[in-house]
């Protein structure tokens, strides 16, 4: 069964030495969660989780970074899972459609802490998680991402892969219940983020908490169903109606998929990622300012129209979801970044104006690539009849085109000196680099204070 074989991947993790380029890729994706996370504290839906969960809080000895407070491990996970996801800057597993960072460190973290664990082994069940979620995730595709929002669904064997390795290290069989009984509650339904409500996020942070409490339990004897990934009323035959389970453990402990991961440089639905790099590659090319273009098509993947293709966001999340927002506002301001979506840019008349240029097409041709293939043409047209055109078969992030150590750096810095104040920023990225060398706690995570804060003279 596919998880027995998963189940002995994980058991031999919590020992096996990483590779240099896999220990590199662990750090790298756990600065970019927390570049996520942070940012993710002063927004929706956290605002509203830490006050749905005010009893919980001080309780525990997991963090909530940014909020200067701790709480048991299973709500810690479910909190931190969801600020995580909600600024649209965390990392994605192309191949899966799927987001792996929120889920997967969100219940790793949690439990380190809890367990006063090493950071190599924090990064070692990181790299486990990935592994073992991102191999489910791209067996279950195309057809999962129909209906289902892989993040909330495959993130529960991500978080359960992880936390099982921090409670239970080097035990096959809590790997094997704990990944099991996660499966049956995978859920996450592709209509939540369709609209301006705040339930996208909550799909991480419920996949990182299934993950924590399906690891919890498998430590303390409770037992799942082994053949839940292929039995014929499991997950691939409930929630994918083509699983290709055939080569799914190939290269498994070998291949780390881990070293493959697409890390943001635009804060928005990935989906629009290779149509603002081909719009900004095409206006550089040309010289052409936005005021100088008169209109433009865009070819992309089917998908991303139906993910993406609000043609009048009406909210910041909406904004998020609209290739016609996101291309003007990289057109009139050059990039698409926090700021992008803040009130006043919101209302701006020339990026309203400038999506009226847009036209959106699903090209065949590129879709047939989906999804191991992100790809966009765009073609411009200017006032004096002057056409142009771009095309980027991948985005700036993906693994053929990653984003340096040094724009790890800068985008940690850009996203969490706001939130924590540069000194603290600057602290917390070097011992994270330097996470192997650590204890989890050495990162004194639930005194990371928002940028600003004073106590009182009671310490209040």
């Known amino acids: 069964m596919i998880l027995e074989s998963f189940a002995k991947y994980v058991e031999g993790q919590a020992t096996a030495e990483l590779t240099p380029n896999t220990l590199r890729a662990a750090k790298r994706v756990l600065i970019d969660w927390f570049s996520a996370l942070l940012p993710g504290t002063q927004v929706a839906p956290g605002i509203q989780l830490l006050q749905a969960h005010r009893a919980e809080l001080g309780h525990g000895r997991s963090s909530l970074p940014g909020n200067e407070t701790t709480a048991f491990a299973a709500t810690a996970a479910w909190l931190n899972g969801s600020i995580?996801?909600?600024?649209?800057?965390?990392?994605?597993?192309?191949?899966?459609?799927?987001?792996?960072?929120?889920?997967?460190?969100?219940?790793?973290?949690?439990?380190?802490?809890?367990?006063h664990a090493s950071g190599l082994l924090l990064l070692k069940s990181i790299v486990a998680g990935y592994e073992v979620s991102t191999r489910i995730g791209a067996a279950i595709q195309p057809a999962h991402y129909r209906f289902f929002h892989t993040t909330?669904?495959?993130?529960?064997?991500?978080?359960?892969?992880?936390?099982?390795?921090?409670?239970?290290?080097?035990?096959?069989?809590?790997?094997?219940?704990?990944?099991?009984?996660?499966?049956?509650?995978?859920?996450?339904?592709?209509?939540?983020?369709?609209?301006?409500?705040?339930?996208?996020?909550?799909?991480?942070?419920?996949?990182?908490?299934?993950?924590?409490?399906s690891a919890q339990g498998a430590s303390a004897g409770v037992t799942g169903v082994a053949d839940i990934l292929e039995g014929s009323a499991g997950f691939g035959a409930a929630l994918c109606d083509s699983p290709d389970w055939r080569s799914v453990t190939d290269g498994l402990g070998d291949v780390f998929n881990i070293e493959r991961i697409t890390q943001k440089n635009h804060g928005c639905c990935g989906h629009t990622f290779a149509a603002i790099d081909a719009l900004l590659d095409a206006m550089k090319t040309s010289g052409l300012r936005w005021e100088q273009i008169a209109r433009v098509v865009v070819r992309t993947y089917a998908p991303a129209l139906e993910v993406a293709g609000i043609r009048e966001p009406k909210s910041a999340f909406e904004a998020r979801f609209s290739l016609p927002y996101v291309l003007a506002h990289a057109a009139v301001y050059g990039s698409v970044r926090l700021e992008a979506f803040s009130d006043e840019r919101l209302r701006d008349g020339h990026v309203r104006e400038w999506m009226k240029k847009i036209?959106?097409?699903a090209d065949p041709e590129i879709t047939r690539n989906f999804p191991r293939m992100r790809a966009a043409r765009v073609e411009l047209a200017s006032v004096d009849g002057k056409t142009v055109e771009a095309f980027a078969p991948y985005r700036r992030g993906d693994p053929e085109a990653p984003l340096s150590d040094a724009d790890i750096d800068d985008k940690f810095r850009e996203l969490a000196e706001p939130v924590i104040g540069s000194q603290a920023a600057h602290e917390l990225l070097e011992k994270l680099w330097r996470m192997e060398e650590l204890d989890v706690s050495d990162l004194n995570l639930s005194n990371l204070l928002p940028a600003g804060f004073k106590r009182d003279r009671d310490g209040r």
């Open 84 to 115: 995580s996801h909600a600024v649209e800057f965390d990392d994605i597993f192309r191949d899966a459609i799927y987001h792996p960072g929120c889920p997967t460190i969100a219940a790793a973290l949690a439990l380190a802490e809890d367990s």
């Open 152 to 213: 909330g669904t495959v993130g529960c064997f991500g978080a359960a892969a992880a936390g099982v390795l921090l409670t239970s290290p080097g035990d096959a069989q809590a790997a094997l219940h704990a990944m099991a009984t996660s499966a049956t509650f995978a859920s996450g339904l592709q209509q939540a983020f369709r609209s301006d409500a705040m339930t996208k996020a909550l799909h991480a942070g419920h996949a990182a908490w299934v993950g924590v409490t």
């Open 359 to 361: 036209e959106l097409v």
